[in-house]
C-alpha cells in the first residue's frame, strides 16, 4: 500500500516549457487535490477533484490545468512554465471531499 | 470566512521540554479540527483531529481538545523529542479544508 505517490520528485524547467506532473493513489479515496506550498503562504489549493470525472478551481489556478484519468490518478499541467510557479507542489487524496487528506512526498519545480 | 490563525514561528526547544502551539479559528457552525504535521522534505501527514466540541484528539504523545467557547484547538505535547522537530499545521473543515500558516519547531539536544 504506498498510499499517494508523484512522479517526478523534482524537476527544473525553463520559461515556456511545459510538464505535467503526475499523482496517483491506491486507496481507493474519491477526491484529490493539487496544492502549492510556497515559503511564507502556505498550502494553497490550486485544483480539485471531488470524484471521478470532475475537476473544479482551488484558489490558485491560473497557470494550470489538470485532468482527472480515471479514480486513482490525477495530473497537473503546466502549459507554459513561468519562474513565478517554482514552488513545491502536493497531490493529495480523501475518501470524503475535504476532510482527512492523504499527501505524496512533494514535486520540487524550479523554473529559470 | 472561516479562517485559522497559528502562532508564528519559529519556536525552538530543547528536548524534554513542553510544547504548545497555539491555534485559534472562525468558522460557522460546527467545524472538525485538525493538525497535520509535515516533517523535512516530506508530505503532510494528519496528526490528529477532533470532530465535535471537548473531543481531544491523541496520537504520538500530542493532545488537542477541541474548546468552542474559546474557538480553539491547541497542540501540546510533555516532552518533545529531537525526532519532533518539523513543521506543524492546523486545518478546519466547514465548508472546505483550509489549513493555517504552519508553526514551524525545532527541538535541540
Known amino acids: 500500500n504506498a498510499g499517494v505517490t508523484q512522479t517526478p520528485k523534482f524537476q527544473v524547467l525553463k520559461t515556456g516549457q511545459s510538464m505535467t506532473l503526475q499523482c496517483a493513489q491506491d486507496?481507493?479515496?474519491?477526491?484529490m487535490y493539487w496544492y502549492r506550498q510556497d515559503p511564507g503562504m502556505g498550502l494553497r489549493l490550486i485544483y480539485y477533484?471531488?470524484?471521478?470525472?470532475?475537476?473544479d478551481k482551488g484558489e490558485v489556478p491560473n497557470g494550470y490545468n489538470v485532468s482527472r484519468l480515471n479514480k486513482r490518478e490525477f495530473s497537473l499541467r503546466l502549459e507554459s512554465a513561468a519562474p513565478s510557479q517554482t514552488s513545491v507542489y502536493f497531490c493529495?487524496?480523501?475518501?470524503?471531499?475535504?476532510?482527512?487528506?492523504?499527501f505524496g512526498p512533494g514535486t520540487r519545480l524550479t523554473v529559470t | 470566512g472561516d479562517s485559522v490563525t497559528q502562532m508564528e514561528g519559529p519556536v525552538t526547544l530543547s528536548e524534554e521540554a513542553f510544547l504548545t502551539i497555539n491555534c485559534t479559528y472562525t468558522?460557522?457552525?460546527?467545524?472538525?479540527l485538525f493538525w497535520y504535521v509535515q516533517y523535512p522534505g516530506e508530505g503532510l501527514q494528519l496528526l490528529l483531529k477532533?470532530?465535535?466540541?471537548?473531543d481531544k484528539g491523541s496520537n504520538k504523545g500530542f493532545e488537542a481538545t477541541y474548546r468552542k467557547e474559546t474557538t480553539s484547538f491547541h497542540l501540546e505535547k510533555g516532552s518533545v523529542q529531537v525526532s519532533d522537530s518539523a513543521v506543524y499545521f492546523c486545518?478546519?473543515?466547514?465548508?472546505?479544508?483550509?489549513f493555517g500558516q504552519g508553526t514551524e519547531l525545532s527541538v535541540k539536544p
Open positions: 493529495a487524496s480523501s475518501e470524503v471531499r475535504d476532510y482527512e487528506q492523504y
Open positions: 477533484s471531488a470524484s471521478e470525472g470532475t475537476t
Open positions: 477532533a470532530t465535535k466540541a471537548d
Open positions: 468558522a460557522t457552525g460546527y467545524p472538525s
Open positions: 486507496m481507493n479515496h474519491n477526491s
Open positions: 486545518a478546519l473543515r466547514g465548508g472546505k479544508l483550509i
